[in-house]
C-alpha cells in the first residue's frame, strides 16, 4: 500500500506522508510552501470531490494555437514576413495555455481542523494510486483513534461509546461500524472480571 503519495501540477507541488498517528502535508507553490502535520484526531472523512476548468481560456487558447500553425505555415511562403507579430503569437499562446492548465483541477477535499481542507489532486500521478492513499489514509485514521479512544481498557463503556459517536459524527466509522462495535462493548461489560456472564 501507498504511503506516501507526491503530487506535481506545473509549479504547484503537493506531498503526503502517512504516520502512525498522523498525516504529513506539504504544500509548495512557486511563491509559497507550508508544511503541516495533521494529527488524525483533527482528521475527517468528509470529502468533497470537485472539478473546475475555465472554458474561456481554452478558447483562446485554440484560437491563438490556429493563429500560430498559420503564422508558421507563411514563415516559408511570405517574403515579408513579421517576426514581432509572430514571437507575440508564440507568447500569448503561452499565457493562455499556461493560465487554462492552472485553472483546471480536478481537486479531493478533505474537511480538517485547521486549515479547513486538504486539497489532493484525484488523478495524480494516476488515479489509481491517489485511491490507494486515500483508503489507506481512512484505514490507519479509523484503526489509531478506535484502539486511542474506544478499545483503550481505560476507559468506562460509557465512555467509549461516547467516543465512538463522536467518530461516527466525522464519518470516521460508518453506521454498520457503530453497531459493530457498540454490540462488542456491551458483551464486553456484561463479563465480570473473571469471565462469566452477570445475570
Do not use: C
Not at 40 to 65: D, R
Not at 157 to 178: G, N, V, W
Request: cysteine-free; proline content about 3%; hydrophobic content about 40%.
Amino acid at each position: 500500500m501507498i504511503k506516501e503519495l507526491k503530487q506535481r501540477n506545473l509549479f504547484h507541488l503537493k506531498h503526503f506522508k502517512l504516520y502512525e498517528d498522523r498525516l504529513y502535508y506539504k504544500n509548495k507553490a512557486l511563491f509559497s510552501s507550508f508544511e503541516l502535520e495533521i494529527p488524525f484526531e483533527n482528521l475527517t472523512n468528509h470529502v468533497i470531490y470537485q472539478k473546475s476548468s475555465k472554458p474561456i481560456l481554452w478558447l483562446f487558447t485554440g484560437f491563438f494555437f490556429i493563429v500560430f500553425v498559420t503564422k508558421t505555415y507563411y514563415i516559408f511562403i511570405d517574403t515579408d514576413f513579421d517576426l514581432g507579430i509572430y514571437l507575440a503569437v508564440i507568447a500569448l499562446l503561452a499565457i493562455t495555455y499556461t493560465g487554462a492548465t492552472l485553472g483546471q483541477k480536478d481537486v479531493m477535499l478533505i474537511k480538517v481542523g485547521n486549515p479547513e481542507f486538504i486539497e489532493i489532486y484525484n488523478k495524480k500521478p494516476d488515479e489509481n494510486s491517489v485511491t490507494e492513499f486515500h483508503i489507506l489514509l481512512k484505514k490507519a485514521s479509523k484503526e489509531f483513534l478506535l484502539n486511542k479512544y474506544v478499545y483503550d481498557k481505560s476507559f468506562s463503556s460509557h465512555q467509549q461509546k461516547q467516543h465512538l459517536s463522536a467518530l461516527q459524527e466525522i464519518r470516521i466509522i460508518d453506521d454498520f461500524d457503530l453497531k459493530l462495535i457498540t454490540a462488542k462493548i456491551n458483551d464486553a461489560s456484561s463479563d465480570s472480571p473473571i469471565g462469566f456472564k452477570i445475570p
